[in-house]
């Protein structure tokens, strides 16, 4: 009798086992990723008695969550984490290293692309986007080579870098809100016209009075996640996604989640009415997917770019550590007085400071007749003494500075050697960046802290067991685990590694 059960047993695992691998000759009818912006992985829980059943709760009990995904790079921004979930690298290899950046000491904003027209609008501040600094190719690409491009890949998002950059080089449309005009819009990069299905959702948002009263602040609101979803919805119907013999891909993002974080950050009405909403829009996405393409034929993850810290006056009226960075307004003008005293020259020799990293102003330093070495030391040795700075480092000296390992390796991984700046700061934990724009209720993100790097990571749908694991895993886990379950090439920079725990093998 116990040799019965036990082969009972052992037939009832290998079962199991064998449900959740694939051939190689089969794939889902659709893939689709939704990053939440700014969500933080505790959402999950804070939030579940709140949520629905067909939505979010969907996802984590019949899906496989991931409860200990890390980021593995700094700075933890929302363009950088976008790229890194669908290429499976970071900055280090993909080259977006920030919403913007420099290339060679020359502003840049990640998507913009001078080269390009606006479709849909002729607003070219909104329009002139593309991936052209998107170094890696993403799932979506490796897709469409896998299928010798038969297959389609479509982005969608208020966000113009959210919708353009998961998509990837290859992608047959990506779509973003112009929120001048109230209307989606693209390039030239991808296209001459608006596909028709486009247009029409375009002209019911022309008729759309919640849209007219918000206006350009639609972000702050609900109703941007739910014309996020008309328009993927609409995508996924007017492309036929799903429907044709090569699988497709459905890149969704949601930024008012982000919007509204960083006015009103991660406690108050605010964001929990964002994300019990959120929660019925991933409800209406599903049941949209699920029409259209079947339950258990397509693949989907959910994750989020990022998370973000608590207010820093929140948790300094519950007693807990924490504070305003203030680089502008404090930091900056003790850093001149010491380069005057030090090396009797000014803050020109800084171009710029974006996301805790500094970038000089070679040319300046040059022409001025200064030992560039000698004004990253200058810089390095007073921003040790700044007040709640807790680490420091040039990046060209990494390896030798007096700084943990984690931070050495999350640093180097998010280092590209000429898009990343030459000196970073590592604040004490709780503190962040604050300056005359930020809102004194809200809240920002960029920094290694579990606040900022711990997010969400749910995969559902086609041969995905029900399961859950905290073995740490990392946001450039996603790809390598998607084009394993596929059965394709990794994308061309990957440096992360299946799941597992996912992929079953």
Not at 22 to 36: A, D, S
Not at 157 to 184: C, H, M, V
Not at 340 to 345: A, P, S
Request: aromatic residues 10%; contains cysteine; charged residues 25%.
């Amino acid at each position: 009798m116990k040799k019965l059960l036990l082969f009972i047993t052992m037939t009832m695992c290998l079962s199991a086992q064998l449900q959740a691998q694939t051939k190689f000759n089969e794939r889902p009818k659709l893939v689709v990723g939704i990053m939440v912006d700014q969500m933080r992985w505790d959402y999950l829980g804070r939030y579940y008695d709140q949520y629905g059943d067909d939505g979010l709760k969907r996802l984590i009990n019949k899906g496989f969550s991931c409860d200990n995904c890390l980021i593995n790079y700094i700075p933890t921004i929302t363009a950088i984490g976008h790229t890194s979930a669908y290429t499976g690298t970071t900055p280090a290899f993909h080259g977006i290293c920030g919403n913007d950046f420099q290339i060679d000491g020359v502003p840049v904003y990640c998507t913009d692309d001078k080269s390009v027209d606006p479709v849909g609008s002729d607003n070219r501040k909104k329009g002139c986007m593309s991936p052209k600094n998107l170094l890696a190719s993403t799932i979506g690409d490796q897709i469409r080579l896998h299928t010798d491009f038969k297959s389609k890949v479509i982005g969608v998002s208020y966000k113009d870098r959210a919708a353009i950059l998961p998509a990837g080089r290859s992608a047959n449309g990506a779509y973003w809100l112009d929120t001048e005009n109230g209307q989606f819009i693209t390039s030239t990069y991808y296209r001459t016209e608006l596909p028709d299905w486009a247009k029409n959702y375009n002209l019911e948002l022309k008729k759309n009075k919640e849209l007219q009263k918000v206006g350009k602040q639609v972000g702050l609101y609900p109703l941007c996640g739910h014309i996020t979803t008309d328009m993927a919805i609409a995508a996924l119907k007017g492309e036929s996604l799903g429907k044709g013999e090569a699988t497709d891909m459905l890149c969704v993002s949601f930024s008012q989640t982000d919007v509204i974080g960083h006015e009103w950050s991660t406690r108050g009405e605010h964001t929990d009415e964002a994300y019990i909403e959120l929660d019925k829009d991933i409800a209406r996405l599903l049941k949209a997917l699920d029409d259209q393409v079947g339950e258990g034929n397509y693949l989907l993850f959910l994750s989020a770019d990022h998370g973000a810290a608590h207010n820093f006056q929140f948790m300094i009226d519950h007693k807990l550590g924490g504070g305003a960075w203030k680089w502008s307004e404090e930091i900056a003008p003790q850093l001149e007085k010491e380069l005057k005293d030090k090396l009797n020259t000014d803050l020109k020799v800084i171009s710029s400071v974006l996301a805790y990293r500094i970038y000089l102003n070679k040319k300046y330093i040059a022409e001025q007749g200064l030992d560039e070495a000698k004004v990253r030391k200058t810089i390095v040795d007073f921003l040790k003494t700044a007040s709640h700075v807790q680490f420091v480092a040039d990046f060209e000296h990494v390896q030798d500075a007096a700084i943990p390992d984690l931070i050495r390796y999350r640093a180097l991984m998010g280092y590209h050697p000429r898009r990343s700046g030459d000196i970073f700061v590592v604040p004490e934990p709780g503190w962040y960046e604050f300056s005359r724009w930020s809102s004194p209720v809200g809240t920002t993100h960029g920094e290694w802290n579990p606040y900022d790097a711990h997010i969400p990571l749910l995969f559902y749908g086609w041969n995905v067991k029900h399961g859950a694991t905290s073995r740490e895993v990392h946001i450039t886990d996603i790809a390598p685990t998607i084009c394993q379950k596929l059965h394709i090439q990794q994308p061309n920079a990957c440096v992360g590694e299946a799941i597992t725990e996912v992929v079953g093998d």
